[in-house]
């Protein structure tokens, strides 16, 4: 589980969400995307080590694009930030 995983905004398409944000394909299924591999090397939870990695290459981090600048989110709090979240 990660922050605001269920609001992902499809960078190719901003009116659909990401559906599984680890894989190719936004409606699921397929090959891992570079984020999708550095969270099952985090043992798939969201860590501090992924929350300030950027697995896209794209100059800002995990935690910035998913609402969670100061990585400290845990499972079942509310993410800091629930606006401008983007694809990791």
Known sequence: MIPNGNAVPNPCNENQTWLNVGLQNPQGGGD????GID??????????????????GDGM????????????????????????????
Do not use: Y
């Open 32 to 35: 891992k995307n570079p984020f």
């Open 61 to 88: 981090t995990n935690g910035q694009e998913l609402g969670d600048m100061n990585c400290v989110w845990k499972r079942g709090d509310s993410p800091s930030q629930n606006t401008g979240i983007s694809h990791p």
């Open 39 to 56: 969270f099952e090397s985090a043992d798939e939870e969201w860590t501090e080590e992924l929350c300030k990695k950027d697995s896209d």
